[in-house]
């Protein structure tokens, strides 16, 4: 695995777009995760409206795997409930970890993290902002 | 000296600015000079020389035609901040400490930067553009990066050439070094800049392991704070 072929254009437009970056005015609850391996670190701000998430904000101090999940989240999240975030990244982990499918619409652009397969140390990276989000809808529940 | 003026002297320091006292010896009237801040008014000869004093970190006597006066220099400690909480940091942690000057570990991942493998040095788990804006890079600083991960480099070398830190060094080949040069040539920063990074490196002196790199890491350094002018002490 060349580092070109794992960091492929695709990859790096959506890391670039930072879709979803920044703070929320005022969230319903935040969660950070960290992975101390490599340093990646994500704060994730949601706000929920009848149950389903209104909007995301994020800060990533990250390799460009972690930013462009986090840009992934920043625009699909929105309008999904949280099962539906949970499935996505179980299904993402599938895909990743057990040559699962790419999850289907309207999650088919993870299709981009295909290559990071044969990279598992990598895999964390792809998986912690679905982590942060997962933790923060948890807490936005308490 | 007076009261007053030795509380300046005092706050200066905890502040970590570099100053000389300037005394005149033959009435013994003191005053403070901040040797890198242009000040209106002040004898230009007087300037040049506290300006001098403290780059070399050695008060003087300066002979004047008016008499002579003594520039007492007050210099922040150094401090040398490791980014990169791995093998070689924790040789060159203690040793830099031993030199005499203070040392910090930036590390953001925490299974690095562990007490356990960097027993009594200062550890910051946080990434280099959030430390190094709290710790605060002067004239005094040198700066080693050590992650070999673009990530947290980067933004440390980043930092540290929008400094006055008198050692900036990264560690890695001579193909890793040409590929941050381009890297952060692409942020802006221009060849003259780019030249201070020292890289690959350490003083060539065949160092193989961690605690030799270390070594020679802290004899280039010694080097560029105390013999900046000697050969082969400049970075580029």
């Not at chain 1, 706000?47 to 800060?59: K, M, Q, T, Y």
């Not at chain 2, 007076?2 to 200066?12: C, G, N, W």
């Not at chain 2, 193989?208 to 105390?226: H, N």
């Amino acid at each position: 695995m060349t580092s070109d072929a794992l960091y492929h254009e695709a990859l790096l437009r959506l890391a670039r777009s930072a879709t979803g970056a920044g703070r929320l005015p005022a969230p319903h609850a935040t969660a950070e995760r960290d992975n101390p391996l490599c340093g990646d670190d994500v704060v994730l701000e949601v706000s929920l409206e009848d149950g389903r998430i209104a909007a995301v904000g994020h800060r990533v101090r990250g390799c460009v795997l972690c930013q462009a999940s986090a840009s992934i989240l920043g625009a699909v999240a929105p309008g999904r409930a949280p099962a539906e975030i949970a499935r996505a990244r179980a299904e993402l982990a599938a895909m990743l970890r057990e040559a699962g499918a790419v999850p289907a619409a309207p999650w088919e652009e993870l299709a981009v993290f295909l290559p990071v397969r044969a990279v598992p140390s990598r895999h964390t990276c792809v998986l912690l902002p679905f982590d942060a989000l997962g933790d923060a809808l948890a807490r936005a529940r308490e | 000296m007076t009261k007053d003026l030795l509380a300046r002297i005092l706050a200066e320091v905890a502040a970590r600015k570099p100053l000389v006292v300037a005394t005149d010896l033959s009435t013994g009237a003191a005053r403070l000079v901040h040797p890198f801040e242009p000040e209106a008014g002040l004898d230009p000869a007087l300037a040049a020389a506290a300006r001098e004093a403290a780059a070399r970190d050695e008060s003087t006597k300066l002979e004047r035609p008016g008499g002579a006066t003594f520039l007492r220099v007050f210099n922040p400690p150094v401090q040398v901040v490791i980014v990169g909480a791995v093998h070689i940091a924790q040789s060159l942690a203690p040793m830099v400490k031993l030199a005499g000057y203070e040392v910090v570990v930036v590390d953001p991942r925490r299974a690095f930067a562990t007490e356990a493998r960097f027993e009594g040095v200062p550890l910051v788990r946080e990434w280099p553009d959030e430390a190094l804006a709290r710790i605060g890079l002067g004239r005094r600083t040198a700066l080693v990066t050590m992650t070999h991960d673009p990530k947290i480099d980067d933004p440390a070398l980043a930092a540290a050439l929008r400094s006055d830190a008198f050692y900036v060094g990264s560690l890695g080949s001579k193909k890793t070094q040409a590929a941050r040069r381009e890297r952060l040539r692409a942020q802006g920063f221009p060849d003259a800049a780019l030249d201070r990074i020292r890289g690959p490196v350490g003083l060539p002196i065949g160092a193989r392991s961690p605690g030799e790199i270390a070594v020679s890491i802290l004899s280039q350094l010694v080097m560029a704070l105390r013999a900046p002018a000697a050969p082969g002490a400049s970075a580029a």
